[in-house]
């Protein structure tokens, strides 16, 4: 697997692992038939996300001094 790449190539990477973690978590909370599962699958991928999302905004400042292509640490 490659590491970095332009900013428009990480965003795109974004999007898609983004959209995939929650097309799966719909058909995974609707093919439950315990409400509480349902709901916890949904909560849970929703924490995750944010919790990308709040990791990526941190990670702008330090990135800025790391070279392309390489994995922040």
């Known amino acids: 697997m490659q590491y ?3 900013i ?3 965003k795109r990477r974004t ?3 983004s959209w995939a973690a929650m ?3 719909m058909i995974l909370a ?3 038939d315990d409400p509480a599962l349902s709901g916890e699958v ?3 991928t929703h924490a995750w996300l944010e919790t ?3 990791d990526r905004g941190q990670n702008k400042t330090r990135n800025r001094s790391t ?3 390489r994995p922040a640490c």
């Open 4 to 6: 970095g790449g332009s």
């Open 8 to 10: 428009a190539a990480i």
């Open 15 to 17: 999007a898609i692992g």
């Open 23 to 25: 097309v799966g978590a």
């Open 30 to 32: 609707r093919v439950t």
């Open 42 to 44: 949904l909560d849970q």
């Open 52 to 54: 990308q999302r709040r």
């Open 67 to 69: 070279k392309v292509g």
